[in-house]
């Protein structure tokens, strides 16, 4: 079983920062993928960055240039560094990472830009 935390949500305005972290409960280096997913209101839950077990990293469109992905194996944790962030930012953020073939997830952390 593996749990996730996230944090580092919260309230920002148009063209600041957040990072936010994922904590898990095992040994991250085990991992075969690690992502950030992102569900705005009324719209389907999608991959926002991902990173694999040998560093190789995926963005979506909207956020290539602006969001950065990372991955601490010492300390367990996976990052989502946003920059320049823009109000279709907002959704909810959730750590998925795959493990021994399952899929889990966190609670999610609220990102709200406003204009």
């Known amino acids: 079983q593996v749990q996730l935390v996230e944090s580092g949500g919260g309230n920002v305005q148009a063209g600041g920062s957040l990072r936010l972290s994922c904590a898990a409960s095992?040994?991250?280096?085990?991992?075969?993928?690690m992502g950030w997913y992102r569900q705005a209101p009324g719209k389907q839950r999608e991959l926002a960055a991902g990173?694999?077990?040998?560093?190789?990293?995926n963005y979506v469109d909207s956020v290539k240039g602006r969001f950065t992905i990372s991955r601490d194996n010492a300390k367990n944790t996976l990052y989502l560094q946003m920059i320049s962030l823009k109000p279709e930012d907002t959704a909810v953020y959730y750590c998925?990472?795959?493990?021994?073939?399952?899929?889990?997830w966190g609670q999610g952390t609220q990102v709200t830009v406003s204009p």
């Open positions: 095992g040994s991250i280096a085990s991992f075969s993928f």
């Open positions: 998925r990472v795959t493990y021994s073939g399952r899929a889990y």
């Open positions: 990173i694999t077990s040998d560093g190789r990293t």
